[in-house]
């Protein structure tokens, strides 16, 4: 096997135009066959959600699959901040042109444009169809939507709903989507895990899941499968993701054969509330709004054991205001992160941890007082006293950044469709609009735009030019036959090996080693060093893990277990990719290619472009393939913050 | 379509008839008590008053409504109680109110419902359906009631009785009468703590005014 | 770390049931060296781990966010519906809550709508069936017209996202003592009939949910308002007052 050029399969013409040409020149089904179509959606956050609902709204028969109890509990639940759409209402100069220009300058430079494109064009759409579903976003006194700047953006574009636009949003898509239950046109199933896809004749054609509830091990077969199943930042154990949030998924996707691409683009968000002991299981974030009036610092001297209001103004050392100058404390996530970890890393650390900075409002309270502080982060201000039980009005926050976000994911092409034919990625868990690294307020609009306004067209095309229903498929067929056997002997085995620790031991230990070498900044010897660790710790899992319980009734540790041996695969290839790419861009900081000023220095000229994992199987290295990126309408500059 | 005993099966629905008859309870509440203040002013006018309403024709309708109402509010009040106790087939190991909630007539009212209905029984037993004296009024004859009543407040286990039962009753409207406009749909921010004190403020008028006239009665016969 | 660092010894006794048929049975579990500030959920983490290296079965309990949005912890303490803090879920109560030598009770949701399927986990399917029946606005994705066409007076904007903010954890129903969800039902018939998209439907829309919601075995709401003060989100009972009487008048006036 040899690495590949992949083809994004990007339409022809001017950037503006390609889509509606695209969707002009698309094959269409005819409405009165559409109803002949299964359609398999795993996920039921944005991206599922309205690809479901539309799906179904077409015509098609759509089987809809969730972890939770509920389709409404998909993690897209807990997004805060907003969803961004260049509506340009409050007139200060945006355009569709522009969100496309930050979005590709956000991702440094390792998006593909078209995708990008797309996405700043169906935006508006999505807040108009958000509304007639009625979403209750926040409006002015004249009736009339309102909007807030977000992430460090230079116009107001971000529409949202309290701290709570991401619930809002799903909520939305959930309604769409029970609608069509209603109608019987989706059948839902929920506290399902998918454990693997079912490929016939090299298409996807279904998949095996497991009913939490019962234990049982289950067959779908459908003419396309859609994969919505979210990020994976919990191979590092502790994230801002949900509990559930898996690879599980994508992963097995990929080791039937659909290429995982940039898996080292983490999102590491500068503002959440640190770690504060072993028993720990996540990580809760603060919104970046706090930096708007906060001051990042920390003590001068390393063993400053002071209290931090008993520290005078000339032993505290405002890092980011000191270091960049214009931007302050609003620089992008990624530079307010690792800032955070050097002050760490120097032993300036605050805290019992020693492993946290101050975010300080001593100054915003004493110039506007603390009503106007408690109106604009009231809720935050409560929410970080009920977590740490310190009043923020009082002394300041601790924070440290956490994982939020992974813009990796399986490679897609123009279409959002997978190398495999048949199989669709769209939301979090495919790789394609954020690049290296992903505005605030874009997540929630890719999900969307995925689901709502791209494949409900793509798959109408592929459906009427593979006219995959010709094959009949049925859940008997042998390949279904021998992906339920493979995944019945792996929970096996999983539940025979009776070792002495437990999954969340072995999690642990796997989020240490990619916290420490895959994490914030990383190195060659580092990333090496991860990757046998990681081999090691893979090894010694599947010798001595202990998993209680049986496979026939609701078993919470065997699902761990069989997510987090996948994790342990996953964080290899993390590793790995974060090796190959020796170069530093948006999330990924390699510490052998930076700037004389410390800050992340990229190699266009030898990674303008997308790796894309190939599985070679459990002893052989996988193949790494690759996109190239070309940029015709946005040209490309080092990002300076100064 | 929905039929007409969908609609009245439902749980909301069941809950804004009780509501409306217990509001229109509240009415004859407010109505008895009136009537039966004239005990106050003296046998005479008390009785004339009790001629006055039994002699009427349309006394039969009325008590025929009167029942409707009493045995509409009741009947649903078991359905309803019935119905509930059904929706949590086990039962919590510990349960312990937040406190910020319901309150001790709210979550009593099958209870202080069920000492109205006993005490409404035992009441028509001894009234309505008591000793009948006679006596003149004006040259009247008619049924000397103002004598059944005295009489039967003689009795300081009948007073404490009666004002025990009024006291349930008035825990019963006390979150009833707010609770009937909740049901109806009559709920505003500007009027809710109006609501509430309205309710508090019935329940006292009833429990004080109701609870008097034993005693005033129980004077009355020592003369 | 909170200001209180002593490790606390806590008393639980846990309600433990195989499956839908078991009958179940309360647990006693000694657990030492609990941190103040661990959150609830953490302190059954630990617990858990503890019986996994034991070989014994964990507790199963559901969870997801940690951060209070999903819905989907739950848990009676001490027989409270997300325990004694007002507007906190589980996932967000601490253990510095609680004091040292506690017996803290934990009990699933019970209601006769929300079967027991094991030990602390419920199944809360009957309110996705709640929302199937009308709790929507009927519109498919398209070109609907631009957002801005539809002003929206502030005041209902912000109380129809005040009734949207449910986040469906069924706190309502486990809190009252009749087990009726009108509270979670009223949230969502509340916010659709505030905004002007939900009208059309409005009528058929409560007649619909309502009566899916009595068919599925809720009990009836006798105004109890255990609810809204177990509520995590703080929906108010004013959202079942406007269900009344948007019920009332669908009842009688709407033609279907
Ligand atoms: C705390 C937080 C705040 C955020 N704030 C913002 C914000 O303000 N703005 C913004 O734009 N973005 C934000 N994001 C990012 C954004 O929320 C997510 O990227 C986005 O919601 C992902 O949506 P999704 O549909 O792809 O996946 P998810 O919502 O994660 O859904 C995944 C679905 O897949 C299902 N699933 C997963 N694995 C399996 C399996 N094996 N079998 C069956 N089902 C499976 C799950 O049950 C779930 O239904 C935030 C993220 C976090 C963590
Ligand atoms: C004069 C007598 C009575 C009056 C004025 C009265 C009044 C009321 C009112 C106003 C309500 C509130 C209805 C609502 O919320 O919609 C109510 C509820 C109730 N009543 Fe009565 N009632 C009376 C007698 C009874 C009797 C005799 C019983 C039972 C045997 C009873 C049982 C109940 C019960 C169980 C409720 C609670 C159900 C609920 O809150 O809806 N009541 N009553
Ligand atoms: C101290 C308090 C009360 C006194 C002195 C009193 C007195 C009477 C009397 C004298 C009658 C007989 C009328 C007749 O036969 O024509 C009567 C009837 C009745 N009372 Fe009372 N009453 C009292 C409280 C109540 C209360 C609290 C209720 C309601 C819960 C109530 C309900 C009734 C009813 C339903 C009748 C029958 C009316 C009819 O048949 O027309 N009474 N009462
Ligand atoms: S109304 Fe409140 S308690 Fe009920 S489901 Fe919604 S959030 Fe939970
Ligand atoms: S507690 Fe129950 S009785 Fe009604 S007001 Fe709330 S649903
Ligand atoms: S776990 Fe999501 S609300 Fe508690």
């Known amino acids: ?642 | 379509m929905r039929s007409f005993k969908q609609i009245m099966t439902s749980s909301i629905v069941k809950k804004q008839v009780m509501g409306v008859t217990g509001l229109l309870l509240c009415g004859f509440l407010l109505s008895h008590l009136a009537g039966n203040c004239l005990i106050y002013v003296g046998s005479d006018a008390f009785n004339t008053y009790a001629h006055t309403l039994i002699t009427n024709p349309f006394i039969y309708v009325a008590e025929a409504i009167l029942a409707l109402i009493f045995l509409s509010h009741i009947g649903l009040a078991l359905r309803l109680t019935i119905e509930n106790n059904k929706a949590r087939p086990v039962n919590y190991y510990m349960k312990t109110p937040t406190g910020r909630g319901s309150t001790f007539a709210s979550s009593t009212m099958p209870y202080t419902g069920f000492i109205i209905l006993v005490f409404l029984v035992l009441h028509l037993i001894n009234f309505k359906f008591g000793p009948v004296y006679n006596t003149q009024v004006n040259g009247v004859e008619m049924r000397d009631l103002y004598k059944t009543v005295v009489e039967y407040f003689q009795s300081p286990l009948n007073i404490l009785w009666y004002v025990f039962a009024m006291l349930a009753l008035g825990i019963h409207v006390s979150h009833g009468f707010w609770s009937a406009f909740q049901s109806i749909g009559f709920n505003h921010p500007k009027y809710n703590c109006c609501l509430k004190m309205a309710s508090k403020g019935f329940a006292l008028l009833v429990t004080v005014g109701y609870s008097a006239l034993p005693i005033f009665c129980y004077f009355q016969g020592a003369k | 770390m909170g200001n209180n660092t002593q490790s606390m010894n806590i008393h639980l006794k846990v309600w433990r049931q195989k499956d839908r048929l078991d009958k179940g049975n309360m647990e006693d579990h000694k657990m030492d060296n609990v941190s103040p500030d661990m959150s609830f959920l953490e302190m059954l983490d630990v617990l858990n781990e503890k019986l996994v290296r034991e070989g014994k079965d964990p507790i199963a309990f559901d969870h997801d966010c940690r951060e209070g949005i999903c819905g989907m912890c739950s848990l009676m303490i001490n027989g409270q519906a997300h325990g004694p803090e007002s507007e906190t879920t589980t996932c967000q109560l601490h253990m510095r809550k609680f004091k040292n030598g506690d017996t803290i009770v934990v009990e699933p949701w019970r209601a006769r709508a929300f079967p027991v399927e094991k030990d602390l986990m419920v199944d809360r399917s009957a309110f996705d069936e709640i929302i199937a029946a009308g709790g929507f606005v009927n519109v498919n994705t398209g070109n609907p017209q631009d957002a801005n066409c539809l002003p929206i007076s502030k005041e209902n904007a912000d109380l129809a996202m005040d009734a949207a903010a449910c986040i469906g954890c069924g706190a309502c129903v486990a809190s009252c003592k009749n087990a009726s969800a009108m509270l979670f039902v009223s949230a969502k018939v509340s916010q659709l009939a505030l905004l002007p998209q939900g009208q059309v439907e409005a009528e058929e829309r409560v007649q619909s949910m309502v009566n899916k919601m009595d068919e599925l075995g809720f009990g009836n709401c006798t105004n109890e308002a255990e609810c809204e003060a177990s509520c995590p989100k703080g929906i108010n009972i004013s959202n079942i007052a406007r269900m009344n009487r948007d019920f009332l008048k669908a009842s009688i006036v709407s033609k279907s």
């Open chain 1, 1 to 642: 096997m040899t690495t590949k050029k992949l083809d994004g399969k990007v339409p022809e013409g001017p950037i503006q135009e390609k889509w509606d040409k695209h969707k002009f020149n698309m094959k269409l089904v005819n409405p009165a066959n559409k109803r002949k179509f299964n359609v398999i959606v795993v996920g039921t956050g944005l991206a599922g959600a309205s690809a479901a609902a539309s799906l179904a709204e077409l015509g098609y028969n759509v089987q809809s699959f969730c972890i939770q109890d509920s389709p409404r509990r998909a993690h897209s639940i807990a997004a805060q901040g907003g969803v961004n759409a260049a509506k340009n209402y409050p007139n200060d100069g945006d355009s569709v042109w522009r969100l496309f220009y930050d979005t590709v300058k956000g991702g440094d430079y390792r998006a593909r444009e078209a995708n990008v494109y797309r996405l700043a064009q169906v935006a508006n759409n999505i807040i108009d169809q958000c509304v007639a579903q009625g979403v209750p976003f926040a409006r002015d006194y004249g009736g009339f939507l309102a909007n807030r700047s977000f992430g460090g953006a230079q116009v107001s574009r971000t529409f949202y709903a309290r701290g709570q636009t991401g619930q809002q949003l799903l909520l939305g898509a959930y309604s769409a989507m029970m609608k069509e239950v209603s109608k019987g046109k989706i059948k839902l199933y929920t506290r399902r895990e998918m454990l693997d896809l079912v490929m016939v004749n090299g298409k996807a054609r279904g998949i095996i899941t497991r009913n939490v509830v019962t234990g049982e091990i289950e067959r779908y077969a459908a003419d396309a499968v859609l994969l919505c199943t979210g990020g994976y930042g919990n191979v590092y154990f502790l994230s801002t993701n949900a509990m559930a949030s898996n690879c599980s998924a994508a992963w097995r996707a990929h080791k039937r054969g659909a290429y995982f691409a940039n898996p080292c683009y983490t999102q590491i968000h500068p503002t959440c509330i640190p770690v504060h002991g072993d028993h720990q299981s996540k990580l809760t974030l603060m919104s970046e709004s706090l930096r708007n009036d906060g001051r990042v610092w920390v003590p001068k001297n390393q063993d400053d054991k002071r209290a931090p209001n008993d520290i005078p103004e000339e032993d505290r050392d405002y890092y980011l205001e000191r270091k960049y100058p214009s931007f302050g404390n609003l620089v992008p996530r990624d530079v307010a992160s690792r800032n955070a970890k050097q002050a760490v890393d120097e032993g300036k650390g605050v805290g019992s941890t020693g492993v946290a900075v101050y975010l300080d409002f001593r100054d915003a309270i004493k110039r506007d007082g603390k009503d106007v502080v408690a109106a604009k982060y009231g809720n935050l201000f409560d929410m970080y006293e009920r977590i740490t039980d310190d009043d923020p009005y009082q002394v300041p926050m601790r924070i440290y950044p956490a994982v939020h976000y992974t813009m990796g994911g399986l490679w897609v092409d123009y279409n959002l469709q997978s190398n495999i034919p048949g199989l669709f990625v769209l939301g979090e868990a495919n790789f394609s609009d954020h690049g290296a690294n992903r505005l605030g307020a874009s997540a929630l609009m890719q999900g969307l735009a995925d689901g709502y306004f791209v494949a409900p067209y793509t798959l109408g095309n592929y459906f009427a030019s593979e006219k995959p229903e010709q094959e009949k498929v049925t859940t008997d067929a042998p390949e279904f036959e021998a992906a339920h056997k493979e995944s019945r002997d792996k929970l096996e085995r999983l539940l025979s090996i009776n070792g002495s620790r437990t999954t969340d031991d072995f999690h642990r230990d796997l989020g240490k080693i990619m916290w420490e070498y895959v994490g914030m900044a990383r190195n060659e010897e580092g990333l090496k060093k991860a990757i046998s660790e990681i081999k090691n710790l893979k090894e010694q899992f599947w010798k001595d893990v202990k998993v209680t319980g049986t496979n026939t009734n609701i078993n919470t540790e065997l699902e761990k277990a069989n997510r987090v041996a996948d994790f342990l695969e996953l964080g290899e290839l993390m590793a790995r990719d974060a090796l190959e790419r020796r170069e530093s861009c948006g999330g990924h900081f390699r510490e052998e290619s930076q700037t004389e000023e410390n800050e992340a220095k990229r190699d266009d000229e030898n990674f303008a472009h997308v790796a894309a994992w190939e599985w070679q199987g459990e002893d052989t290295e996988p193949l790494r393939h690759v996109e190239e990126l070309s940029f015709e309408n946005v040209a490309l500059t080092q990002r300076s913050y100064k």
